[in-house]
């Protein structure tokens, strides 16, 4: 009998530490070649970007030297000019400059009131400002404060009305104490600095805030004769004036009237303030002469 020949011997099996290790192998490999490639490709790239920025380069040089008429790199594309209605180009307008076109409507409207209102106005041929806080003094008896003014007054401005206005400035010390300064109080101030009303009528809480004696004319030296008169104030408790402006109550111990020196203010002339107070002093003096009682009287 014939003997079978031996049986071929096995290869060892690969362990799974080492089918690991093969694969991270394959895989760096790949990922190198991928790297490889992609490197490749944008030196490519960057070789063909910079060609073409020589090859720009190079018509625009001839561009501007006239070597070359036109270049399609250079191309300019005109834009398709639009035609538009008569009342598309309005809307147009508008649209764009709708905030610039209100602010302006604003403006005029603003300076139609102004004028018309100026032109409309009366202007007074004189000023009384009534410093003090007493709101139902002036609401209840500010016209007719007004009308006894206007019996001493003539037609100053030529504007063939005769006119005399109240100035109001609600102030006083009280209004300090529990406000501060206010706009009131800067009205009042504003007042003062101007020269349009020297005759005051006031009371000891708005003397708080300037100084009578060196605002106000001496009355002493033409008017000493009334008992009314207390320095710079001609005092108006005691008289018939509260009668005559239909104030039902007694008038205050403390308000007065008086007339500001003349001076140079911040916001008027001398010159100006001096035709203001030649207008004021006469009707002062009427004013006096009608309500004051003097010393020889019983």
Not at 33 to 60: F, K, N, P, S, T
Not at 113 to 133: C, E, N, Y
């Amino acid at each position: 009998m014939k003997k079978k020949p031996d049986a071929s011997p096995e290869k060892p099996r690969k362990g799974i530490a080492e089918t690991a290790r093969e694969l991270e192998e394959k895989q760096a490999q790949l990922l190198a070649q991928q790297q490889e490639e992609l490197h490749r490709q944008e030196e490519a790239a960057r070789e063909a970007y910079a060609d073409q920025i020589r090859q720009e380069r190079v018509e625009l040089m001839q561009l501007r030297q006239g070597v070359i008429g036109e270049s399609e790199t250079f191309r300019e594309e005109q834009p398709e000019e639009k035609h538009y209605t008569i009342w598309q180009k309005i809307s147009n307008f508008f649209y764009h400059n709708s905030w610039w076109l209100g602010i302006a409507g604003l403006l005029v409207g603003i300076t139609v009131f102004l004028t018309v209102h100026t032109l409309m106005r009366v202007q007074p041929d004189m000023i009384i400002l009534l410093a003090s806080d007493d709101d139902s003094f002036y609401a209840l008896c500010g016209d007719r404060i007004a009308d006894v003014f206007e019996q001493y007054i003539s037609d100053a401005n030529g504007d063939g009305k005769v006119k005399a206005e109240v100035y109001y400035v609600p102030i006083s010390g009280k209004n300090e104490q529990t406000t501060g300064l206010s706009g009131d109080h800067e009205k009042f101030y504003t007042e003062l600095m101007a020269g349009e009303a020297v005759l005051m009528i006031s009371d000891k809480d708005a003397d708080a805030f300037f100084s009578p004696e060196d605002t106000l004319v001496d009355l002493e030296p033409a008017f000493g004769s009334y008992q009314e008169t207390e320095g710079v104030r001609f005092m108006l408790s005691d008289t018939a004036f509260g009668k005559d402006i239909d104030w039902v109550e007694p008038v205050d111990d403390d308000i007065y009237i008086g007339i500001r020196a003349v001076r140079k203010t911040s916001l008027d002339s001398e010159e100006r303030m001096q035709k203001t107070y030649d207008i004021a002093y006469p009707a002062l003096q009427a004013f006096i002469q009608e309500y004051g009682t003097t010393e020889t009287a019983e």
